[in-house]
């Protein structure tokens, strides 16, 4: 379905240069219902490490799921996510993220089927109500309609777009910021190794901000990928890679090249285990 988010340049996702980063799955415990997976995970940042455990457990004959369960030594739980999947309502879903330790945490009420998708997302801070947004799309033999509303304490902003999608091609219009910005997205994939898209961004009034990138698959175990953004300010050269060194080890880095303005170079690396 036609997205908010369903941008080309995000479809050929890039690693991000985040903290580096590592994590482990550990063999799932058997109980009731499902097996209860665990990850632990590692964050160096600024020269200090922090841990956090998490678990998963699903239900599938009530449709419950615990998506997400952490704890960490500094605020003891974490973040909390669970998702109720069977509703006298086929094809709802109930998820809620919350986070104890900050008093947030959010719900989203969603409904699917074939051809058409609605989404209505509350968010709390501190116990009390932040936002709420709703979505809707319909698809039918490739034609893509969606819309997008958002509120605060008044109407935050409006997004309405219009795609087209093949099995090699994705096309749209979009505009936002109660329409006064428009935005045309491309993505080819010429073969089954290499994706290449695009993106045009203007309010009509300024020089449009412009970008490109690429994703090329060297084998089976390595894909390389690069994007360049152009906007008035500065322009920006990303680079990543990812690399299946061994069965359920995967290596990812990536790096930042500043073409202009006052930003300095960026990198970050990440390696998962199991």
Same mark, same amino acid.
């Given at each position: 379905?036609?997205s908010?988010?369903?941008?080309p340049? $995000?479809?050929?996702a890039l690693v991000?240069c985040?903290?580096?980063?590592?994590?482990s799955s550990?063999?799932?415990?058997?109980? &009731?219902g499902?097996?209860?997976t665990?990850t632990s995970?590692?964050?160096?940042?600024?020269?200090?490490?922090a841990?956090?455990? @998490?678990?998963?457990? *699903?239900?599938?004959e $009530?449709?419950?799921?615990l998506?997400? +369960?952490?704890?960490?030594? $500094?605020n003891?739980?974490?973040?909390?996510?669970?998702?109720?999947?069977?509703?006298?309502?086929?094809?709802?879903?109930? *998820?809620?993220?919350?986070?104890?330790s900050?008093? @947030?945490?959010?719900?989203?009420?969603?409904? @699917? &089927?074939?051809t058409?998708?609605a989404?209505?997302?509350?968010?709390?801070?501190? /116990?009390?109500?932040?936002?709420?947004?709703?979505?809707?799309? /319909?698809?039918?033999?490739?034609?893509?309609?969606?819309?997008?509303?958002?509120f605060t304490?008044?109407l935050k902003?409006?997004?309405v777009?219009?795609?087209?999608?093949t099995?090699q091609?994705?096309?749209s219009?979009?505009?936002?910021?109660?329409?006064s @910005?428009?935005?045309?997205?491309?993505?080819?994939?010429?073969?089954g190794?290499?994706?290449?898209?695009?993106?045009a961004?203007?309010?009509?009034?300024?020089?449009?901000?412009?970008? +490109?990138? +690429?994703?090329?698959?060297? &084998?089976?175990? /390595? $894909?390389?990928?690069?994007?360049?953004?152009v906007?008035?300010?500065?322009?920006?050269?990303?680079?990543?890679?990812n690399?299946s060194?061994?069965?359920?080890?995967?290596?990812?880095? #990536?790096?930042?090249?500043?073409?202009? #303005?006052?930003?300095g170079?960026?990198?970050?690396?990440?390696?998962?285990?199991?």
């Amino acid at each position: 379905r036609l997205s908010r988010c369903q941008d080309p340049l $995000t479809l050929i996702a890039l690693v991000a240069c985040t903290p580096h980063r590592t994590s482990s799955s550990h063999p799932p415990w058997q109980v &009731n219902g499902g097996p209860i997976t665990f990850t632990s995970e590692a964050t160096e940042k600024k020269g200090s490490l922090a841990g956090a455990v @998490s678990a998963k457990w *699903e239900h599938k004959e $009530t449709g419950f799921s615990l998506t997400k +369960a952490t704890l960490c030594p $500094t605020n003891g739980v974490g973040k909390l996510e669970f998702k109720v999947a069977k509703l006298p309502v086929g094809g709802a879903e109930v *998820e809620v993220k919350t986070e104890p330790s900050k008093s @947030s945490g959010s719900v989203e009420c969603t409904y @699917s &089927n074939d051809t058409l998708f609605a989404g209505l997302l509350v968010k709390a801070d501190k /116990m009390k109500y932040k936002s709420a947004t709703m979505s809707t799309s /319909m698809g039918y033999d490739g034609i893509q309609v969606g819309g997008q509303v958002s509120f605060t304490d008044s109407l935050k902003d409006v997004w309405v777009g219009l795609g087209y999608a093949t099995k090699q091609y994705f096309g749209s219009i979009e505009a936002e910021k109660k329409m006064s @910005s428009f935005t045309v997205k491309a993505l080819a994939k010429p073969s089954g190794d290499l994706s290449v898209a695009c993106s045009a961004t203007s309010d009509l009034k300024s020089p449009p901000a412009v970008g +490109a990138a +690429a994703a090329y698959k060297l &084998n089976s175990d /390595m $894909t390389v990928k690069g994007k360049y953004t152009v906007a008035s300010d500065a322009s920006k050269l990303d680079c990543a890679f990812n690399y299946s060194a061994l069965s359920k080890v995967v290596l990812v880095g #990536g790096v930042g090249i500043p073409m202009g #303005g006052t930003g300095g170079m960026s990198f970050g690396c990440g390696l998962t285990l199991g």
